[in-house]
């Protein structure tokens, strides 16, 4: 009798705990939000984060729901795999785009607190749209895609230079037509070409860039048609552009003109450009000038400090030329070596760094230039840092940094190859960016 009313009490006890699980709470209800159906270029991270809302049975938001996220089809990467909601039960991650064009689908699931009911899901959708990539961003961690053109239309861009991290300009070519594309903090905006629009029908080029404010810019422009060929340096005062070197073609359709291949600027009233040939041009707030250079080489990169006779200026070229100008002449230094030198950046007058060919670094001291060990073996092109203890060099497949003591190749595994970087520049050690030529 005893063993009976055991029997039934357990029987009774499993009749209701399969009534609860049948007849639990019920599974909240998830919603997409936001950011459904982006493209955007492959590598890149979507504009929207993608944004759920988690609400009851009867509509009223879910703060603290655990919402997990997952990747279901494409190359994409989440931000997280979860997310708890807040006080309007939203929940949301970023995504990604990985490096297949085509569609990727992400799910976002969440629970019904343990009830034993199955999740709800929200799916979201996204395209990614081949392009070719040309502006990489670094904040402190890694290395990113930060601008894709379209892969009909490429961009390719040579330098990059900026007065803030809401104003900074990057300079090239699309469709062999001389190109910028604009940063203001939000966006990055391919400006309209009057030159030379697509297809280009004669060479076209922007090389370098420099300036000291938002409304002191210069911008070095190289072209060619046919037997004509010239270098020019444009100048931007804050509303207008205006061609200031050369001053028009003298007398024929055959130029002449030396090639431009690097810019620096101090102030409004004191600028250096140097090209082929030994070409130095100085600008004293008037006019520019042609300086004695005493070389015949071709320059490709200049920097200073200073301005006027109390200026410090360096400028490189090929077959390890290295010319100094002190406030009063340009005189040749003694570099070590014959390989070509593309960049040059310095702290100070006495803390500069030259880069070039065959992964080669330099180091002035203020009175004689080094070899520097950077473990790199092809072309740097460009040089850049906060301080003589955080230097960033960036040229064919690589990207290095030096921390005051030794050179480290920065990881670029997540970057596309080959990656052929031209310039860089930045805000600080944790606000990079570097340019290069559509591979």
């Given amino acids: 009798m005893i063993r009976l009313t055991v029997v039934r009490t357990a029987l009774l006890v499993a009749a209701l705990t399969g009534c609860g699980d049948s007849s639990g ?6 919603a997409v939000a936001a950011g459904d159906k982006q493209s955007g270029w492959l590598g890149t991270t979507l504009p929207i984060p993608l944004s759920v809302v988690v609400t009851s049975e009867s509509g009223t938001p879910l703060p603290g729901a655990t919402v997990d996220w997952r990747v279901a089809a494409g ?12 006080a309007m039960g939203r929940a949301a991650v970023s995504l990604t785009l990985g490096g297949k064009a085509g569609l990727e689908r992400v799910e976002a699931s969440v629970g019904n607190g343990g009830g034993g009911k199955a999740s709800a899901t929200a799916v979201f959708y996204a395209t990614g749209i081949l392009g ?45 037509a001389s190109q910028w594309v604009q940063y203001n903090g939000t966006t ?18 922007s090389v370098s860039v420099a300036g000291s404010s938002p409304s002191d810019i210069f911008v ?32 024929s359709v055959y130029c002449g003109l030396a090639y431009i291949n690097g810019i620096w600027s101090g102030s409004p009233t004191w600028a250096t450009a140097v090209g082929d040939s030994g070409l130095i041009v100085q600008y004293d707030g ?8 005493g070389t015949t080489r071709n320059l490709h990169g200049v920097w200073g400090i200073g301005s006027g006779a109390s200026s410090s200026i360096f400028a ?21 070596t014959t390989q070509p030198l593309y960049g040059i950046w310095g702290a100070s007058a006495s803390d500069v760094f030259a880069v ?28 850049w840092g906060t301080s003589g203890k955080s230097v960033f060099v960036v040229g064919s497949q690589s990207i290095l940094h030096y921390d005051g003591s030794s050179w480290t190749m920065m990881p670029i595994s997540t970057l596309p190859a080959p990656l052929h970087l031209r310039g860089v520049w930045g805000t600080s050690p944790t606000n990079v960016y570097a340019v290069g030529r559509a591979p």
Avoid at 25 to 30: D, N
Avoid at 75 to 86: E, F, H, N, R
Avoid at 316 to 336: E, K, L, N, P, R
């Fill in 188 to 205: 990055w905006t391919v400006t309209d070409n009057p030159y030379n629009p697509c297809p280009g029908s004669w060479f076209d080029e």
């Fill in 75 to 86: 190359g994409g990467t989440l931000s997280a795999a979860s997310a708890v909601t807040d």
């Fill in 316 to 336: 490189v070229g090929d077959s390890g030329t290295i010319a100094h100008f002190d406030g009063s002449t340009w005189q040749q230094q003694a570099s070590g």
């Fill in 25 to 30: 709470p019920p599974a909240p209800t998830l």
């Fill in 132 to 176: 070719r990539p040309t502006i990489f961003h670094y904040d402190g961690a890694s290395w990113k895609i930060e601008f894709q053109a379209p892969d009909s239309a490429p961009v390719s861009l040579n330098a990059i230079w900026g007065t803030s991290p809401s104003m900074i300009i990057a300079v090239g070519s699309q469709c062999e």
């Fill in 356 to 383: 070039g060919l065959g992964g080669i670094i330099l180091h002035y001291d203020g009175t004689t230039w080094s070899q520097q060990q950077s473990g790199a073996y092809t072309e740097l092109r460009a040089v």
């Fill in 286 to 293: 008037t006019a520019w000038r042609a300086a004695a250079s």
């Fill in 220 to 251: 070095v422009r190289n072209n060619a048609y046919m037997f004509w060929n010239a270098g020019s340096i444009s100048h931007f005062d804050g509303t207008s552009w205006t061609q200031m070197y050369p001053h028009g073609c003298p007398g």
